[in-house]
């Protein structure tokens, strides 16, 4: 049986993808995490024939093993500057949409896919949500 935080990430992850992910996206960024799991699940629900014209960009070793596993086109940064949609997960995010990242590996790579990025979506789930930053 799939836990309340299981299903709470994969709703918060399933309508991050099918609100931000447009049929005319061509590159999109997938961020590092435990959400990431769910974010890269519902890509592959996706229409096959959209996926196959998209390259996907990974912020992590994970979201690249991921997405690979998942038989998806990787690029980088460098081949695609300019990325359609950057989907990343949050350590913690207050009611003005102000969030905390991990501080882990991905760090750097996170944030430079999030800057080339023309939209950038957080998924949180409600564990997430903070009065304010730095209270958990």
Do not use: W
Request: overall charge negative; proline content about 2%.
């Amino acid at each position: 049986m799939t836990s309340l935080i299981e299903q709470a990430k994969q709703k918060a992850a399933y309508q991050a993808v099918d609100e931000h992910v447009l049929s005319s996206h061509t590159v999109i960024g997938v961020g590092s995490g435990s959400t990431v799991v769910h974010v890269v699940d519902r890509l592959l629900q996706r229409d096959p024939a959209l996926n196959a014209k998209t390259v996907f960009i990974p912020t992590s070793f994970q979201s690249r093993g991921l997405l690979l596993d998942g038989g998806l086109t990787v690029g980088d940064v460098e081949q695609y500057p300019v990325i359609d949609v950057t989907i990343d997960g949050a350590d913690e995010v207050d009611s003005d949409l102000n969030a905390i990242k991990g501080g882990g590996g991905a760090h750097l790579q996170e944030k430079v896919v999030a800057e080339a990025a023309k939209k950038f979506v957080i998924v949180a789930d409600f564990r997430k949500d903070s009065r304010v930053l730095g209270e958990q």
